[in-house]
């Protein structure tokens, strides 16, 4: 059974009218922050439980997938655990536990540093390779999917909106800024005009 607990579990939203009511009680309170934090609680939630769901048919857990994602993703080569740990957002013993399982499942290996034989680093493996190969068409299908109910051309701008309110999370200041991509992938470079 999967474990809930973390996940905000309310299905309907309070009316505006409720939360602008709570707001005459609680001056802190700013009625469209509240309504908007309390969807974007929802939303997200719904996609996570939808996400943990997924990988677990595939039979990994989140951690275990996002680990492969940016194994998949690495252009230097293999990567360090303490990193892998710090971009899927676990501790350094969580990573750890998360490796063991991916190593004896074959998807993983540990490989000595070049650089310092006393540490190791994490490179996928064929298996793992193919593994992931296996569920991305379906995976990305699905999230696909899920942003039809989102215009194209407003979907940029949903992801640079979100950003924004990740910027906020206390915390999170240190977070790279997003920067959407050229809405032309292929436009040359060339220099840009300034304006005093």
Same mark, same amino acid.
């Given at each position: 059974? !999967?474990?809930? &607990?973390?996940?905000? $579990?309310?299905?309907?939203?309070? @009316?505006?009218? &409720?939360? %602008? #009511?709570?707001?005459?009680?609680?001056?802190?309170?700013?009625? !469209?922050?509240?309504?908007?934090?309390?969807? +974007? $609680?929802?939303? %997200? /939630?719904?996609?996570?439980?939808?996400?943990?769901?997924?990988? =677990?048919?595939?039979? $990994?857990?989140? *951690?275990?997938?996002?680990?492969?994602? +940016?194994? /998949?993703?690495?252009?230097?080569?293999?990567?360090?655990? &303490?990193?892998? #740990?710090?971009?899927?957002?676990?501790?350094?013993?969580?990573?750890?536990?998360?490796?063991? %399982?991916?190593? #004896?499942?074959?998807?993983?290996?540990?490989?000595?540093?070049?650089?310092?034989? @006393?540490?190791?680093?994490? /490179?996928?493996?064929?298996?793992?390779?193919?593994?992931?190969?296996?569920?991305?068409?379906?995976?990305?299908? =699905?999230? /696909? @999917?899920?942003?039809?109910?989102? =215009?194209?051309?407003?979907?940029?701008?949903?992801?640079?909106?979100?950003?924004?309110?990740?910027?906020?999370?206390?915390?999170?200041?240190? #977070?790279?800024?997003?920067?959407? *991509?050229?809405?032309?992938?292929?436009?040359? %470079?060339?220099?840009?005009?300034?304006?005093?």
């Amino acid at each position: 059974m !999967t474990d809930r &607990s973390d996940l905000f $579990l309310i299905r309907d939203i309070p @009316r505006f009218e &409720s939360i %602008a #009511a709570h707001a005459e009680r609680y001056p802190e309170l700013e009625p !469209t922050s509240a309504e908007a934090y309390l969807v +974007l $609680l929802r939303v %997200a /939630s719904g996609v996570l439980a939808w996400r943990q769901r997924f990988v =677990a048919e595939h039979g $990994l857990t989140q *951690p275990q997938f996002t680990t492969l994602m +940016l194994l /998949s993703c690495e252009d230097h080569g293999p990567a360090a655990p &303490s990193e892998l #740990a710090e971009r899927v957002g676990v501790t350094r013993a969580t990573m750890t536990g998360v490796l063991d %399982a991916l190593v #004896a499942d074959g998807l993983v290996d540990r490989v000595p540093d070049p650089d310092d034989r @006393r540490m190791q680093r994490i /490179s996928m493996t064929e298996k793992g390779l193919h593994r992931l190969e296996s569920i991305l068409p379906e995976y990305f299908g =699905a999230v /696909s @999917r899920l942003m039809n109910g989102v =215009a194209p051309d407003d979907r940029r701008r949903l992801a640079g909106l979100l950003a924004d309110v990740g910027r906020c999370i206390p915390g999170e200041a240190n #977070a790279p800024a997003f920067t959407p *991509p050229t809405t032309d992938p292929v436009a040359p %470079a060339g220099p840009t005009e300034t304006t005093p």
